[in-house]
């Protein structure tokens, strides 16, 4: 696949050519303090920054949006997994509340975050609650009100007996529940059916109500009321399929879902047989309430679409205005991912929630990490090409925009100077051998941003012009950290952590 792609989508004369300007790294170090009462007052309404996380060095920087100065650091956090060699990434995501705190996880040591910023953007630790997390925390999610936030442990529970020949695998997970006026925890001992698999919370329906993706084809109700008094007997669940790696919540069209496929080697190849079994798709659900709430029979929206089939989805995200997700697909069109990873199709997928129809295109080739960060305007996702001699790191972009003649197509192509240690043709593209990037882009999608693993620089792209900024952070960023824009007052459209 080419790079030149449609313009269509951007006003003419509007993407320049690249410039690279030097940002200095200077900053000052926040302390963290037990309560933001000694900080100054809030950071301004509809002020913008982006968080960069390096979980390797156990900092949190903050940079002011667009000037990108850094505004502080906080030490001693560690938003990422304790079982990564590099600390990274932060799987269960950021959730940015209206009020302006940020809810994250530090999984090195076991507890879970409030973080706000002061009127000079500098970062304080308003809340903090121990949590059992695990290895790593791998799904958060809040509910519609911004009153309650779920955060699931990987391997934090207790490992249940050998199972009998035929049966699911048996064991149990962590539910912390946390109260985000009180910052109290109400963690929870879940029974999963199948130990392999992730437990995924999802809020949704009057009373309101936890809908846990438990492994093993099912997905259980929770009221949140009983989970509070410490009552985790399930009131009803639902079949879904296998496998599942992501999910969300849409209050718009009173809906939760969540992924499903086979997992590797049996995603599928080009070469497979059966390149989209029935039950590989989204599963959608419709929340039905009365004096509980329950889940309907689930609505499988197939992967396959626009005759493009296989692979499966993961890490969706939802779209403004509620109505629809968007998940990407890799697709390795060759025998081997490992070692013909420039050659993996990167497709967009999305959902139409209202009425549970797929659209799916291609963005390009080559390996990418956690795509498509979306704002209310565009998503982008890094794509890492071979590294060579004049060649070139993509950011691609995705049109949000209904009206837009380029509407869920990638409209542009942003060429990104390659890591020093990026991966190369021919050989697996696995850390620590290689360095991996991360993406963001703000809420008004005017500016996106990409990390450069191992080389401590983010580079910010303008939207409106291509111009491309490196911002120099203090800390290395191996691995390729974790980078979230946000904007102060904002209200989220995505529940899930992101």
Known sequence: MGHSLSRCAFKP????????????????????????????????????????????ASKVHFYRVPDMKLTGTLSGVTLASPDDPAGN??????????????????????????????????????????????????????????????????????????????????????????????????????????????????????????????????????????????????????????????????PKTNKVGITTGPQPPRLGSGTTAIPNPANLGMDVFDIRCSAVCALSSPFTVPWNANRLTLSKGNRVRMLVPGTEVLTPLNVDLTPGIATDWQNVRLDA??????????????????????????????????????????????????????????????????????????????VAPTFPDYERRFAAITPNGRYAFVSRGGDGIVDMVTMATGKVTEVKVPTSLSGGGHIDAFQIGARPWDLSGR
Request: hydrophobic residues 35%; charged residues 15%; glycine residues 14%.
């Open 89 to 250: 990434p932060l799987h269960a995501g950021v959730i940015v509340l209206p009020d302006g705190r940020l809810i994250v996880n530090d999984e090195g040591q076991q507890r879970t975050l409030a973080i706000k910023l002061d009127g000079q953007g500098a970062p304080h630790i308003v809340q903090s609650v121990a949590s059992t997390l695990g290895g790593e925390a791998p799904w958060s999610a809040v509910d519609p009100s911004f009153r309650y936030y779920a955060v699931s442990s990987n391997g934090g529970g207790t490992t249940g007996p050998a199972p009998a020949p035929g049966s699911f695998q048996t064991g149990t997970e962590f539910l912390n529940l946390i109260d985000l006026k009180t910052f109290k925890n109400t963690r929870l001992e879940i029974p999963m059916r199948n130990v392999g698999e992730d437990l995924t919370p999802l809020f949704g329906g009057k009373p309101l109500t936890l809908f846990a993706g438990v492994g093993g084809g099912e997905m259980r109700h929770y009221p949140v009321a009983r989970l509070l008094a410490g009552n985790a007997t399930p009131t009803g669940s639902s079949p879904m399929g296998p496998n599942s790696h992501g999910g969300f919540s849409s």
């Open 349 to 426: 997928h999305f959902t139409n929630l209202e009425n549970n129809r797929a659209f799916r295109t291609t963005v390009g080739t080559g390996a990418s990490s956690r795509g498509f960060p979306v704002s209310a305007t565009f998503a982008v996702e890094p794509v890492i090409r071979p590294r060579a001699a004049g060649a070139s790191d993509e950011l691609k972009i995705i049109d949000l925009r209904p009206s837009s003649p380029g509407y869920r197509k990638a409209v542009r192509t942003i060429k990104l100077e390659q890591m020093s240690k990026g991966p190369v043709a021919g």
């Open 13 to 56: 004369g509007l993407w320049k050519a690249r410039s690279r300007t030097p940002v200095g790294a200077l900053g000052i170090a926040a302390g963290l303090l037990a309560s933001f009462g000694a900080a100054s007052a809030s950071a301004q309404t509809g002020a913008n920054y982006l968080m960069v996380s390096d979980g390797a």
